[in-house]
């Protein structure tokens, strides 16, 4: 390869370049630390503080597997999956939802806007309450729905190419026929439970048990590390199928395997703790806004989400006197967004 | 060097779902000056520059750069020596110039592999030699379409290809801009021997730049050879469809093409 001689211009210094680089990285760097410390800090209070509050030292005694009176049933049986589960979902939700946003180029396509966890929640409802299956199966049906939903709404807003807002305004609506085929497999359950229905429309921690835990653990130990190679393939598709492949990048390649990938993510979630409104949808631009501009943002999305849904989780139990599922907090900050969203692009001219 | 590589395309046939666009073309790209392609609209330029750098598949034929078709080349190899600007890329939302032009080193990237000081070093020539280095902290969409413009050619400058191919890279320019950016790649060419191909649509200012011209029309090779040989009267009537007077240009002794319309001609068409 040859150098380029630098010609004799005013120009730019390898080292300015290095630097400015530097500053982003290490601000990046700041933020993720800031985020993690942050989650570290809401779990271990959501571990301490309910109705009974346990001392740090109690709950890491818990932790350790000591028999602690009271505790051991309190925060090992209940406290302890539902906050475990909180994390995970939430960085599975964050981290898929922002591959979607940016794959799509789109902030409104996020996979919570259009179908995929309505989907895996239709699937997961229709699997635990009419087939009465385990956790294991249900993450299956979940997936192969959010699969299936995936396919359906590319292919039905296919047409020479796939154009943004097609594409999001199908998905809306075959996400709303979705919700009501949840709503009916719903009305048809022998026993109806108000925590139950809440689950699968909204999405709700109450009662997590481990085995609801596990699956959703070992699918982002797998996944998360498929997307986050692809995450420079991901950042060069952003410059338009075109300039990515010049770039060498195989694009339709990193494209299914980021779609498998992500809403592999989402349905195992969403099969544990239903469609958590909004996470998916809210983390990617949250996450946008704080480590600024051009760096790949799957991390920080990922610890916005996972943030959201403990805090909300937690508020949703204790802030308001009544217990609200997470769904209904995380649902209430992400309504005036989304019509944010919609009133900016009706005002910048687009199409939707 | 870059007159070691071997750009050619045999027998190429590409299109897109029934419609074939290039049928059965052959063109050896001249290595290591500047070609120069011009044709109708919609005559199939992008579409051949799409093929040869991997984009489309070939549906008979093929592209063969250094003796390997190009469609077996891993696409990562293909993009550390051929480089192309596309007719219409996109800027992500709120990215800065730096950092766009840094996406140029994908291929030189493994899938983990830290930046390298060759990366900044790279970036920073790219930047000075398009005179983008004052605009490095700027977001992209806040430039001016010139400016734009010289940022995504520092971008495919960045990736350090001995061939580069660019679909118009002059749309959306005035004049002296147009000039500023053909003087930029004329200067890359002459200073690192890079074989650069452009589509462009001022014949003019292509016969002016071009060592060699490529006149296409309907997917097919028409001429191929020096300015003075490819823009004559007849290959303009027989490409464009259109009647001119071909004559030299004083300032560049290379042929300038007078346009000849219905209306305001004082010569016979
Ligand atoms: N993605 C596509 N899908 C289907 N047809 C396409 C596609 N891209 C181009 N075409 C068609 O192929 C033909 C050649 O297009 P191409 O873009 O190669 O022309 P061009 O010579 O670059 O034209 P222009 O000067 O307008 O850029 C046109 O008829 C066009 O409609
Ligand atoms: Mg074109």
Redesign the pocket.
Known sequence: MTALQALPRTGISAAEIAGGRRRRTARRRLVVGILAALIVVAFVVSLCVGQTTYTPGDVLGVILGRDIDGASFTVGRLRLPRATLAVIAGLCFGIGGVTFQTMLRNPLASPDIIGISAGASAAAAFAIITLGLGATQVSIFAIVAGLGIALLVYGLSFK??VVGTRLILIGIGIAAMLDSLTAYVLSKAAQWDLQEASRWLTGSLNGTRWSEVVPVVIALAVLAPVLLTQSRNLSASQLGDDAASALGVRVEHTRIIVIIAAVGLIAFATAAAGPIAFVAFLSGPIAARIVGPGASLLIPSALVGSLLVVTADFLGQYAFGVRYPVGVITGVLGAPYLVYLIVRTNRSGGSL | MTTAHTLHAQNLTV???T?T??QDLDLRVPMGGISVIV????????????AMSRLLAPRGGQVILDGRAVHQTPAKELARTLGLLP?SPTAPEGITVADLVGRGRHPHQGLFSRWTPADDQAVADALTATETAALADRPVDELSGGQRQRVWIAMALAQQTDILLL??PTTFLDVSHQLEVLDLLTDLNRSRGTTIVI?L?DLNLAARYADHLIA?TD?QVHALGTPAEVLTEETIRAVFGLDSRVVVDPTSNKPLMLPLGRHHTTVER
């Open positions: 020479d190419g | 299109g897109y779902g419609r666009v290039v044709g109708a609209n919609a005559c199939g330029k992008s579409t051949l520059l799409r007719q679909d118009e589509v649509h296409l997917g």
